[in-house]
């Protein structure tokens, strides 16, 4: 393969990652079907990537050095404190549950295509795993009850960084009986792992905490440090214990996540956006590697497979933890439905195979299209069907209607509040831990970090919001936050306050109007000029007309006083006020305005 042939691959590997990152973004699907489908029409389908051509014997060490960055920031999200928020079904769906489901798709890959047990066993590991990346795109298109939105949540999260080091164990497990002879030097090769992996990954975690917590480097150097540390810890771990590395690793972003004093959230950001890039490529190189005449020969097993997986495993994981739980029968048939495999199972396959097959492991390469099937089956299948499977088991929310509100600010407090009283879902998000701190001692939902950031994409919450308001000071955020959120919510439902700025500034320094929003309150108004009202004693007052008191009654009582920003109707919908958007309210609609104080006649000194 020559250079020109070289530079049209990787170009074209780019420009289809990024098509398929756009389409999954465009269609709510998770990027990981467009990915994979892309890889093999390339591949397999219509040669044009050969990925082994291309990189040569460099392939395979990019792949481990790409899946352990992936371990990585997947384990920089597991925080401990937060094993006593997720309550206990998600505890037993992550524990007794994948247990459960360990159990029967190893069973079922042994007795239904034949693989040895090594093989099946950790065949059972690699797709018990979910992922927050597949879990949360399905999430927006089924939008069920908030219950099981949040277990679903929170499994897909705790679930990710577990999978991959029980698959990690195994995987260790497995390459030490194979390079020894006795089960008694099998154990201890296989303790020579754990011990290595978990020494270096915990040293490795403790020594870039402490130079982070220490500022012993400038901030700017912190993530080149992050990864040029997990790198040499998977480097040093391999080269000290053969197949240590990625257990290190593993180790390390559990170590450094749950530090105290260390903030790993620029780390985060840098290694979430790493993975984007490191992911779309990856996937696309190996599924162009898949063989599918193995995959065809192994037959209808393979759909019994996926029918066990689908049928058995998820209903009985689920059942198992759901015992004595308040959930009816409704709320868990939809948490026996949706369990869509994602990054960890085809990333942590790919590698594995290739390993074990050097190792010697008869049919250890029938484990990438096998995973991959899995994963596409139980995307495709779960994405078409779990929306009218809710709407069928009425578990469904009904159309959005809660606002997301950008700025946890005291204005934007006391509009989440007077929202609230209108039975209105709220969600509140800043990256200033004194607004959310002060948001949360209001009992209202937070969300701490930008809404327009990649680590919200995975775990902001969108189940049932309909509406976005800008109520940030920073207008660019405000302008930010509408471009990233228009196709969730529609360019209609989207509202910020005005900008005192903006009429300042010419065209070219001010955002269009069709990424700004439209203006908040029936009289735009600033944030500024929001905040000194408020603190002045205007206050949001919640009124509802009735025949004898109407519409223009209430604006001869307020008069210009009143500034109108909410109303619901007599069905139960909630309107925003706005300039482009007048409101007529009709008896029996509740409105809430902003409401300042009568001027009282002052003294005149004398």
């Known amino acids: 393969m020559n250079e020109q042939q070289i530079l049209l691959s990787v170009g074209g590997i780019g420009a289809a990652a990024l098509l398929c990152q756009w389409l999954a973004w465009r269609l709510k699907l998770p990027a990981i079907l467009f990915l994979l489908l892309c890889g093999?029409?390339?591949?397999?389908?219509?040669?044009?990537?050969?990925?082994q051509a291309l990189f040569g014997p460099l392939l395979m060490p990019l792949v481990s050095l790409a899946v352990a960055l992936?371990?990585?920031e997947g384990s920089l999200t597991l925080h401990l404190s937060q094993w006593r928020e997720i309550g206990s079904v998600v505890h037993r769906l992550v524990t007794l549950g994948a247990l459960s489901t360990w159990l029967v798709i190893a069973l079922a890959t042994h007795w239904l295509l034949g693989f040895d047990w090594p093989l099946a066993i950790l065949f059972g590991t690699l797709t018990l795993v979910t992922g927050p990346t597949v879990i949360v795109p399905m999430l927006r298109v089924v939008r069920p009850k908030a219950a099981i939105a949040n277990i679903l949540r929170w499994e897909g999260i705790v679930i990710d960084p577990i999978g991959a080091l029980l698959a990690v164990v195994v995987y260790s497990f497995i390459i030490a009986s194979a390079a020894d002879n006795g089960l008694s030097q099998s154990l201890v090769t296989f303790a020579g792992v754990i011990l290595c992996g978990s020494a270096l990954g915990a040293a490795g975690g403790w020594v870039l905490g402490q130079v982070m917590r220490e500022q012993w480097l400038p901030e700017y150097l912190h993530n080149l440090a992050s990864l040029a540390?997990?790198?040499?810890?998977?480097i040093a771990a391999n080269q000290i214990v053969h197949e240590s590395g990625l257990l290190a690793v593993t180790i390390m972003g559990m170590w450094l996540a749950n530090m105290p004093g260390v903030d790993v959230r620029q780390i985060l950001h840098f290694k979430e956006n790493l993975s984007v890039l490191l992911i779309s490529g990856l996937f696309i190189l190996l599924a162009a590697r898949l063989d599918l005449h193995a995959l065809l020969a192994l037959g209808p097993a393979v759909l019994a497979l996926l029918l066990v997986i689908q049928l058995l495993a998820r209903p009985l994981n689920v059942w198992l933890s759901t015992l004595g739980s308040p959930l009816n029968w409704r709320e868990r048939a939809l948490l026996a439905w949706i369990a869509p495999r994602g990054i960890v199972a085809a990333a942590v396959s790919a590698i594995f195979a290739i390993r074990l097959d050097e190792a010697g492991h008869e049919g250890a390469l029938l484990l990438v299209p096998l995973t991959f099937a899995v994963i596409i089956g139980t995307v495709v299948l779960q994405s078409a069907t779990a929306r009218p499977l809710a709407r069928l088991l009425k578990v469904a929310e009904p159309a959005p209607s809660g606002f997301l509100i950008v700025g946890a600010n005291p204005p934007a407090r006391a509009i989440a509040k007077a929202l609230q009283q209108l039975g209105c879902r709220v969600l509140l998000t800043d990256s200033s831990w004194e607004n959310i701190r002060a948001a949360r001692m209001d009992n209202l939902p937070t969300y701490f970090g930008n809404p327009a950031s990649q680590h919200a994409d995975a775990h902001l919450d969108l189940v049932g919001l309909g509406h976005l308001l800008g109520l940030s000071p920073a207008g660019e955020l405000n302008a930010l936050a509408c471009a990233r959120f228009r196709h969730d919510f529609g360019q209609a439902r989207l509202f910020v306050l005005a900008s005192g700025l903006e009429k300042q500034r010419s065209d070219k320094h001010r955002a269009s109007e069709e990424h700004r929003g439209q203006l908040l309150g029936s009289s735009p108004m600033t944030y500024g000029q929001?905040?000194?009202?408020?603190?002045?004693?205007?206050?949001l007052y919640s009124t509802t007309l009735t025949e004898a008191f109407d519409w223009g009654d209430y604006q001869q009582l307020h008069g210009s006083r009143a500034t109108l920003l909410f109303a619901r109707d007599g069905q139960g919908w909630v309107h925003v006020a706005s300039p482009d958007n007048p409101l007529k309210p009709q008896p029996g609609w509740t409105l809430v305005a902003l409401v300042e104080p009568e001027l009282t006649e002052q003294p005149v000194a004398h």
Do not use: N
């Open 229 to 234: 540390a997990v790198l040499g810890i998977f």
């Open 70 to 72: 992936i371990l990585f």
């Open 40 to 51: 093999i029409l390339a591949g397999p389908i219509l040669g044009w990537l050969q990925p």
């Open 530 to 539: 929001l905040a000194k009202l408020l603190h002045q004693g205007a206050e």
